[in-house]
């Protein structure tokens, strides 16, 4: 039940099936020169969606911005900053929760560790303030790291590098340009670097070389059967 196709009177009939909401994370951010920038909104509505058709959930629209930091200097990224996610975070989860839902699925296609903040603490705060309302918050990569490692030949795969090439090669090839070669960033830990572009400039984590859409469609399909088993748990869950 996607929010955004459905009616009124479509939306009444459907809290009577379920109080759960899956509200889906994305940015618009640079993925290397191979990916669209809506690389994780793609891929959050799309397995949120397919998640929803295996059990009971709305899904909202998707929050299509996010906090970028090490990419936030490559050209197309749009990063906002942690408290407008947080205050857009709020006010999208009052308004749902004032019509009835309860269950909310905080799910990220972005894997961002302020990004990833923002949205935990807006849970930790609505919890209390939301009576009897329930959260999940993760970022959907992280429910399948393990499986990922045997899906994938890159070691240490990670932003449009080979699992996010191969899931939208699944899922939008029509929107995938090629293949950028393989690279990674250079770590300035624990230091903070002011320059992210010179420490990273092609914005690939990995290599999109070995990317498959085969690869793709285990990687949704586990990624949608982490996020049934959360949709289902969160009906007996007890916060
Ligand atoms: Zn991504």
């Known amino acids: ?63 299509h911005y996010g906090v970028c930091t090490s990419t936030a200097q490559h050209p197309g990224t749009v990063s906002i900053t942690a408290e407008t996610l947080r205050r857009l975070i ?31 603490e807006v849970a930790e705060e609505l919890i209390y303030e939301l009576a009897d309302s329930k959260f999940a918050v993760f970022a959907i990569y992280d429910m399948v790291k393990w499986e990922a490692e045997d899906l994938i030949e890159t070691k240490h795969d990670s932003h449009a590098g080979e699992l996010e090439t191969s899931d939208i090669l699944y899922l939008r090839p029509d929107l995938v340009k090629g293949r950028d070669t393989e690279s990674y960033p250079r770590r300035t830990d624990p230091f903070v670097a002011r320059d992210k572009f010179r420490l990273w400039p092609t914005g690939v984590w990995g290599d999109p070389g070995k990317a498959s859409p085969e690869k793709g469609e285990k990687s949704i399909e586990l990624m949608t059967g982490k996020l049934v088993e959360v949709i289902k748990t969160m009906e007996t869950f007890e916060p």
């Open 1 to 63: 039940m996607l929010l955004e196709n459905i009616t009124m009177p479509e939306f009444i009939e459907g809290l009577k099936k379920t109080t759960t909401v899956i509200i889906p994370f994305g940015t618009i951010e640079e993925h290397g020169t191979h990916l669209p920038l809506s690389t994780d909104t793609i891929q959050a509505v799309e397995v949120a969606r397919r998640a929803s058709d295996q059990a009971p959930a709305f899904v909202a629209a998707p929050i």
């Open 90 to 120: 709020r006010d999208v989860v009052r308004a749902l929760y004032k019509h009835g839902l309860r269950g909310f699925i905080l799910a990220s296609g972005h894997g961002g560790s302020l990004h990833y903040a923002a949205m935990r």
